[in-house]
Structures are given as C-alpha cells and as structure tokens.
C-alpha cells in the first residue's frame, strides 16, 4: 500500500507546468464540487433533523475515510472541504432558481475542458489515466500545498 506522500509524489510528477498547476487549483475542485453536487440531488427516504439526507453524503463520508486512512490530518482538512461543498449544494437548492445538478453538469464539463487544456500544456496525460484512485489525490494533493503554506503537518 503506498504512503500519502508516495501518492502526491508521484500524482506530482505530471503536473511540473505553473500554468497547468494553477488550472488545476481552480478545476480538481471544481469536478470534486461537482461530482458530489450530482450525487447529493439523489435522495434517501432518511432525514436528520429535517434534513433530507442524500448520496453525496453516504459518499463523501467514504472518501473521507480513504483520505484519513492516508493521512489523518490531509483527511481533516478534506473533511472541511467536503463540509463547505455540502453547505453549498444547499444553498444552492434553496436560493438558485435553476438545477442543482444543472449547474454541476456545467461546471464538470467546463472543469474538464480545463484540465485536459492544462495537461495538454503540461505534454503528460492526465494521472488518473494510469490509476484511477488520482482522482481522489488530486483534491488531497492540492490540500497538501496549503499544509505546506500553513506550516502543517501531514
């Protein structure tokens, strides 16, 4: 079983390209933000609290615990991540008078027309065309850049 830091590592070997790295920060959250918007418009006969509970949610918490098995505090910190995203697809039902999963399907579609577009800059192919467990790294990758700012470690 490979080490967080083995993941990144070798997640960070095809993505060298400043400009690449920058559509990245911008497009692996946004596919993440997107995909889980999609799942969360899928709900379960469950509530909490009056809260319809949903997919997403049953999903998110299994890529948290696949994040936390890697490294407990990346997994934290995608915890949080996760929090807002949920926060958000909320809000978004609540007040956006157009489709939640609408404007996840934009957004997916624009994000991947980014990636592709800065991994075409970068000359290497997208890493989870070898393993497709990157593209759970990519969002844990980028949070790795942000432990590293904030002197955490991981």
């Known amino acids: 079983m490979k080490t967080v830091n083995q993941w990144l590592d070798e997640y960070g070997?095809?993505?060298?390209?400043?400009?690449?790295?920058?559509?990245?920060?911008v497009?692996?959250?946004?596919?993440?933000?997107?995909?889980?918007?999609?799942?969360?418009?899928?709900k379960v006969p469950l509530w909490i609290d009056?809260?319809?509970?949903?997919?997403?949610?049953?999903?998110?918490?299994?890529?948290i615990l696949y994040y936390l098995r890697l490294s407990f505090s990346l997994g934290i910190g995608m915890l949080f991540f996760g929090i807002v995203?949920?926060?958000?697809?909320?809000?978004?039902?609540?007040y956006?008078?157009?489709?939640?999963?609408?404007v996840c399907l934009v957004i997916f579609v624009?994000?991947?027309?980014g990636q592709f577009y800065g991994h075409n800059i970068e000359g290497k192919k997208p890493s989870f065309l070898k393993d497709?467990?990157?593209?759970?790294?990519?969002?844990?990758w980028l949070m790795s850049f942000i432990y590293k700012k904030m002197g955490i470690a991981f």
């Open 110 to 113: 624009v994000a991947w027309v």
């Open 13 to 25: 070997e095809s993505h060298k390209n400043e400009t690449n790295k920058s559509i990245h920060w």
């Open 132 to 140: 497709i467990q990157f593209l759970l790294i990519g969002p844990m």
């Open 27 to 42: 497009c692996v959250p946004a596919i993440f933000f997107s995909i889980f918007g999609v799942l969360y418009t899928i």
């Open 50 to 63: 009056g809260h319809h509970l949903n997919v997403a949610m049953f999903a998110m918490a299994l890529v």
């Open 96 to 102: 956006i008078p157009v489709s939640l999963w609408i």
């Open 85 to 94: 995203c949920l926060i958000l697809y909320h809000l978004i039902e609540k």
